[in-house]
């Protein structure tokens, strides 16, 4: 393949150039048939004798009775209406229009629009160079460095509202990533192993709290049944604190079970107020299993070092995981905007800078801003409190709303507590689109924005959130098509109703207007004609 691909460099090159031009007729290709069909009536109108069909059209429309327009445009009026619902039902609950999603999919091969250039996206590197965006999925769902507990937190939001915070499909990762953290070996399972797996499973919560009793009296050293308890059943973050410290006891050897039990002990300290010890739980736990960085542990310790204010080993934290080399996150990015923006914003104005111009640091703040929301931009809107926050759910997807919710929910008080600091986000952050004015096909610090993040967060979020949409998705055409078909049908039911017999003078008029002006353009053609033959004769004989 690469020395077939090699033998003919040129040949890629000049399919992409051929798809490129067909792309940029068929814009023309409209305006081309329009012309075309006006022509063949003009050519064929004496040979197929159209002044006589119209005549007879004419005739057969004066003998149609007032309630006959009055049903057509009605039921015209229906039908387009009817279009028009479940246009708008897909595009809300889809973000396109079904009409031409299916119109695309069908004219791209025509078009030689298979390929997609955006799949084959960039990375930015330090220098500028292109690097080749991995083959990892855009839309990958991670699990929530800072996920609540369901016991303590999540159903205590469900009593109070009646709402459930999390959806389904969220709660099937948690319960597949419990099962991969803690079942381990299939196939040594012991009797306890095998009822903590269907527990993980079940649906019900009480069902789930049963099997975990089941496990425990099976063997009552079974620290995985402790871990769901302390999850699920415990009411208060000191109860489960007692729980997750009884797991702890009797966890043994499992690597698995020890990293997320010390992990959720480190959070029921922060929770509790012993910041402190909480900090050096989460130090430790980076220390004893350094290679565990894809469980992001950083990113609670960077939350409960900007709750202590110290920047300093905020700033040090980020020094080891803010790197070209690693992946980001929100936290991240927007940790570092906060240290920058922090330093400048107490004596930051708007006026002030618009004469004087940007300082150094200034300048650094409002960069690292840009390069923030260019990775999430969905997150200032939370921060600046223009959106409502919800809880947050146990997956998110990076760059999408779940992670703003996530990083907004827990990081606003920092942002508050930075005097100016959401001033300058409000200054500054709406100039990273005029940067990037197509995210969707070109980045500028990042790849480009991936275009699949509004289906999955409309899976991990909960129904009553407005999942927020970026870029946002003006209305499809076939809606304010249909929109306007069926008003404008609508209408002409309804006066073709009321002034029945006006309506229908007007109907048994336009045939006649049609064929007179069709005779008029005729015989305005063929006078021109005529014209300038006289003048051709007159001007040789002189």
Known sequence: MEDSAGSNPQSPGFTDKLKSWLSWSWTYVCFVWFGMVLIMIYVLWSPLKLQESLTSASLFLNTLTPKFYVALTGTSSLISGLILIFEWWYFRK???????????????????????????????????????????????????????????????????TGKEPLTYYDMNLSAQDHQTFFTGDTQQLRPEDSVMQKAWRERNPQARIRAAYQAIELNHECAAAYVLLAEEEATTITEAERLFKKALS???????????????????????????????????????????????????????????????????????????????????????ALLKARAVSDKFSPEAASRRGLSTAEM????????????????????????????????????????????????????????????????????????????????????????????????LLPTFHEVSVYPKKELPFFILFTAGLCSFTAMLAMLTHQFPELMGVFAKALPSLSSSSAHSSRHWASSQTRWKASCRLVFGTN
């Open 364 to 459: 650094n703040a409002v960069e690292a801003i840009h390069r923030a929301v260019e990775f999430n931009p969905h997150v200032p809107k939370y921060l600046l409190e223009m959106k409502s926050l919800i809880l947050p759910p146990e997956h998110i997807l990076k760059r999408g709303d779940s992670e703003a919710v996530a990083y907004a929910f827990f990081h606003l008080q920092h942002w508050k507590r930075a005097e100016g600091a959401l001033n300058l986000l409000h200054c500054t952050w709406e100039g990273t689109f005029r940067i990037i004015p197509y995210p969707l096909e070109k980045g500028h610090l990042f790849y480009p924005y991936p275009g699949c993040t509004e289906t999955a967060d409309r899976e």
């Open 94 to 160: 889809y973000g396109t229009s079904f009409i031409e999603q299916v119109s695309v999919s069908h004219l791209r091969p025509l078009l030689g629009g298979v390929e997609n250039s955006s799949s084959a996206g960039l990375f930015s590197s330090v220098n500028g160079d292109a690097e080749p965006r991995p083959s990892v999925s855009e839309c990958k769902v991670w699990r929530n460095p800072l996920n609540l507990f369901r016991g303590a937190e999540y159903n205590r939001y469900t009593w109070v």
């Open 250 to 336: 009797i966890a043994g050897k499992d690597i698995n079970l020890l990293v997320y039990i010390k992990r959720r002990l480190a959070m029921c300290a922060r929770k509790l107020g012993r910041i402190k010890e909480a900090v050096k739980m989460m130090r430790d736990l980076m220390k004893e299993f350094p290679l565990l960085g894809m469980l992001n542990i950083h990113e609670n310790l960077l939350e409960a070092l900007l709750e202590l204010q110290a920047y300093a080993d905020v700033q040090a934290v980020l020094a080891k995981y803010d790197d070209i080399s690693l992946p980001k996150s929100a936290t991240i990015c927007y940790t570092s």
